[in-house]
């Protein structure tokens, strides 16, 4: 193995949140709640379970509460959600979530365009929501969107990239998880953001959340694994994407993530076949095949993806 | 742009060869001859006709002869075509053709399957076809198949590879291009078979042709690109792949790799429009949407896949 290729990843599954926002058909809860169910039983470690933005936002995670209350809690597992601002942590931290997630955007016209405020605006909302989920004792994760590419304005500096971490990390968050919102980061830009960003952040973790629009997302994890990143987003099957990007289909495959990392040696914690299962539930519940090509084999082969070994 | 990798990049098109022979539509010549002709537009400096194997075995492409003297021959483009043995080269140098493709594959039973013969009676088959072409003036590339990962055995060694590799080369043949024939190969695996295989053949110019049926084709692309790699094998809109092989549905698509390399600021020397304009006819042609993500985003987008810039 190469020696700058750590050997556990940890794989954060968003598919209840990024992936069933995006959905057409409204899950009910307990189907939600089964899945969730599903997924905690694969090894998968992180799970962000929904959304605490106002319900009117994201109907399909209106049921946020009685979702996050439904769940059985593996204690090996941190339960994650999505937090806009204060009143949506007080669900959350109410709902007895493990960790907020909060989020923003790079550039300014899609973080104006995803929650209705400057980016300067938006850090002292984020502030109030850090404060408070650290003074309660919880954990919080950042997202910052478009920090590969912006749908409206095309490529983002990196230098306000760099600058929006800072004031993320010292405002006491504890992961920031970089998003390429519309799948547009290309493996040789992420090594040259890694090879920028990582140095200044040597205390700070950093995830990264791609999509495979473009088919590009597995070899940007490429990339970013030879920079020693050992968090990964992905939602299983690749279901769901960015509501306010156009063409943003398409976050990154958990399945075809795992076989990927698995194929190569290195560990993720995450049973395969389990995985299967929780894909084939959600698969059936929404009466659609899901779009990763792990699905896809298994409706070919019958689920002869990987060699005997 | 990092100094390991090279800037100028050699995109061979196989669509017209290998995408076709997978195809249950068999198109009429005149409507391969205008594909190949709209190829011929794009800036691409190499595209594989056709295949002059026996024409029962592939019945879709059993009219070699009159696609390869029916179509336009751009000066600057290299016309090749896959031969099998003698009788097939013969035919191929009475079409005219600029190359002859030669194929093996690394591990015993993909090859038999496939040719119909071991590897050691394969050998002097190939011999005779090279040392013809030669004397006739023509270049030989040749196919190495089940590199990564066969279909039948699992992992192939490597020593069989390297193996293989001396003795095409020491044959005369010209190019070698490696290939990931079921979609197996990941990239740390790529990483360590080049590490080892290209000191091996700093005289030898290397080639990969890789399948995309896991979501790792583009990935492999950037570990081979680190190698100092320079050629890669496509096909337009992910048309094709192996019929032999359970579940190896998906060459990498030419267009993908286009916009990726053309991303990074790479130069592959072709017009993407010109891409698109060759891939409509060929997906108005077969009446089915072609696989590619590039497709996919038009079909979404109308074509806004990159930003302006």
Redesign the interface.
């Known amino acids: 193995m190469?020696s700058d290729?750590s050997k556990r990843i940890n794989v954060k599954e968003v598919g209840p949140r990024d992936g069933l926002q995006n959905e057409k058909i409204i899950l009910p809860s307990d189907e939600k709640i089964q899945w969730i169910n599903a997924l905690s039983n694969t090894g998968l470690s992180y799970i962000e379970i929904t959304s605490f933005v106002h319900p009117d936002w994201i109907p399909p995670l209106s049921d946020a509460q009685d979702v996050a209350a439904g769940i059985e809690r593996h204690p090996e597992v941190t339960y994650a959600a999505l937090v806009p601002n204060q009143r949506g942590l007080e669900r959350a931290l109410m709902a007895g979530i493990d960790e907020a997630s909060i989020f923003m955007s790079a550039s300014e016209s899609h973080n104006r365009k995803n929650i209705n405020k400057t980016i300067e605006e938006t850090f002292p909302v984020l502030q109030e929501v850090v404060s408070t989920a650290k003074s309660e004792g919880k954990t919080v994760r950042a997202y910052l969107s478009t920090v590969f590419?912006c749908p409206y304005e095309?490529?983002v500096a990196l230098e306000k990239v760099l600058n929006i971490c800072d004031r993320l990390f010292t405002m006491g968050v504890d992961e920031l998880s970089l998003g390429d919102t519309i799948g547009?980061a290309?493996?040789?830009?992420v090594?040259e953001v890694l090879t920028k960003l990582l140095p200044r952040f040597k205390d700070g973790k950093i995830a990264l959340h791609f999509h495979?629009?473009?088919?590009?997302?597995?070899?940007n994890?490429?990339?970013a694994l030879q920079h020693g990143v050992t968090t990964f987003d992905a939602s299983l099957g690749g279901l769901g994407g960015c509501p306010y990007a156009?063409?943003a289909?398409g976050n990154l495959?958990t399945d075809?993530l795992v076989?990927?990392l698995e194929?190569?040696?290195l560990d993720t914690g995450i049973d395969e076949n389990k995985l299967r299962t929780a894909a084939d539930f959600i698969e059936e519940r929404l009466g659609k095949p899901l779009p990763?090509?792990?699905r896809q084999?298994q409706k070919?082969?019958q689920g002869?993806?990987r060699?005997?070994?």
Not at 186 to 189: I, K
Not at 212 to 219: K, Q, S, V
């Open positions: 190469r290729i590419g095309g490529p547009i290309n493996p040789l830009q090594d495979n629009t473009r088919g590009m997302a597995l070899a994890v490429w990339s156009k063409g289909s495959a075809d076989f990927m194929e190569m040696g990763s090509h792990q084999l070919l082969n002869g993806a060699f005997a070994k």
